[in-house]
């Protein structure tokens, strides 16, 4: 007796709903990661617009940042600009995963391209895309990130926006200020997260049991975002330098993508461009392996049952 073939679970969905299940799982996948990694992500902020050894709001360690902002500024300050990041990340995300498959079938189907090169393409364009959409979310999050009051002093996140666009507007000295440096930062992270994972994903066998699966992938995952995290940094030390508060009040001295790194560079050495590393790591490694993880296991929980 012939066997049934049972039908995939993509063949009884639609194009346009599978289209808007992929938006909705990676909308998934950055809601989690967000919520989970915020703190990490506002110390290495905290790093990063730090100046040299004069600054007289240094920070000498991780451990160091941590004490001082829970002593000075209560435990509610990890999680300052969340807000902007929150409502982002779900459209930052849904964008992220669901534009790199968009470019990645498109640049499938000009078959003279390999498709490990596919994955790296695919990854640039939607790095790209997300960082346009992302850019105003990311210049609030970072003057939120910046005030050292206390959690209770702060402004509201829509009363730092209205303040932005009062004074700056939404040009590239307001809401889009750091623009290049963002699409560097953000370009150059998904190429090398999406193109290194899925590749080495690909080439390392599946493993026999669900659970070790689930750690190959999240293994993978978490190396995909390090390896990510120390190639792209100068440019996040870039963006946050020209999206944060400069050193000498209503002086611009960091303008420009490029120019901000050469300064910092000269000024502060080669190391200085590798401000934040460390808590970045400790955020995009384990946060990458978590959106990947997610955004693969919410789409397939709704194809089978949406």
């Known amino acids: ?6 039908p995939s679970s993509d063949a009884k969905h639609s ?4 289209h808007f299940m992929q938006f909705a799982a990676g909308g998934c996948a950055g809601f989690v990661e967000v919520s989970l990694m915020h703190p990490l992500d506002l110390m290495k902020t ?28 209560g435990a509610l300050s990890f999680y300052k600009g969340i807000l902007p990041p929150l409502m982002a990340e779900t459209p930052k995300r ?4 669901f534009t790199y498959e968009r470019y990645k079938e498109m640049f499938a189907s000009l078959q003279f391209i390999p498709y490990s090169s596919v994955l790296y393409m695919a990854g640039l364009c939607s790095g790209l895309t997300e960082a346009v959409i992302i850019n105003p979310f990311e210049v ?3 003057r939120l990130q910046a005030d050292r009051h206390a959690f209770k002093e702060q402004g509201s996140t829509i009363a730092t926006a209205r303040e932005i666009i009062r004074k700056d507007g939404f040009g590239r000295q ?9 699409l560097g930062r953000h370009g150059v ?13 690909d080439l390392i066998p599946q493993a026999e049991t669900h659970s070790l699966e689930i750690g190959r992938k999240l293994l993978i995952g978490f190396v995909s975002g390090t390896i990510a995290s120390c190639v792209n940094i100068p ?12 050193p000498v009040p209503g002086e611009i001295k960091y303008r420009t993508c490029f120019k901000t790194i050469a300064t910092v560079f000269r000024e502060e050495g080669f190391f200085a461009l590798y401000k934040g590393l460390l808590p970045k790591i400790l955020r995009l490694g384990p946060g990458g392996a978590i959106m990947l993880l997610v955004n693969e296991y919410a789409f397939k929980w709704m194809k089978e049952n949406l």
């Open 174 to 182: 307001g809401l889009n200020k750091g623009l290049t440096s963002t």
């Open 94 to 97: 849904a964008v992220k995963f």
């Open 140 to 142: 609030v999050k970072v």
């Open 235 to 246: 440019f996040d030390v870039a963006k946050s330098r020209i999206q944060g508060p400069q």
């Open 15 to 18: 194009p346009i709903k599978l």
């Open 189 to 201: 992270f998904n190429m090398i997260y999406f193109g290194f994972y899925h590749n080495v994903r």
């Open 1 to 6: 007796m012939a066997s049934v073939v049972q």
């Open 46 to 73: 905290r790093f990063q617009i730090q100046r040299g050894p004069d600054d007289p709001n240094r920070y000498t360690s991780l451990a160091d940042c941590f004490k001082k902002m829970y002593r000075n500024e």
